[in-house]
């Protein structure tokens, strides 16, 4: 069965950090570009960051870089972002995704997961 399970989300204050995982089973992780992605209330789904499947090259949205660095372990299948020095306007359900390229756009994926809530708050 094809799965994208996300788990690290929480509460953390301003200049926190987190780190979310993303562990991929039912398909074949090695060939997919990797990409998180969040939403916040009231505001539409935006791309944060992206890994290629061969090369491992990543890819940031403006907003997260230098705070955010996105992980692969093909041999986990399973991908990591860490996230520092956060900021209340990070708040927002993350979300990893696969797709055949690494785009920080989510049409362009085809294999979603549930979520992970993070909260940025003093």
């Known amino acids: 069965q094809l799965q994208l399970v996300e788990s690290g989300g929480g509460s953390v204050q301003p200049g926190g950090s987190l780190r979310l995982s993303c562990a991929a089973s039912?398909?074949?992780?090695?060939?997919?570009?990797i990409g998180w992605f969040r939403q916040a209330p009231g505001k539409e789904r935006e791309g944060v960051s992206c890994?290629?499947?061969?090369?491992?090259?990543?890819y940031y949205a403006d907003s997260v870089k230098g705070r955010f660095t996105i992980s692969r372990d093909n041999a986990k299948n399973t991908v990591y972002l860490q996230m520092n020095n956060l900021k209340p306007e990070d708040t927002a359900n993350y979300y990893c995704?696969?797709?055949?390229?690494?785009?920080?756009?989510?049409?362009?994926?085809?294999?979603w997961g549930k979520g992970t809530l993070v909260t940025v708050s003093s």
């Open positions: 039912g398909f074949n992780f090695d060939n997919y570009g």
């Open positions: 995704a696969a797709g055949p390229l690494a785009i920080l756009l989510a049409d362009a994926m085809y294999y």
């Open positions: 890994v290629s499947s061969v090369k491992g090259t990543t």
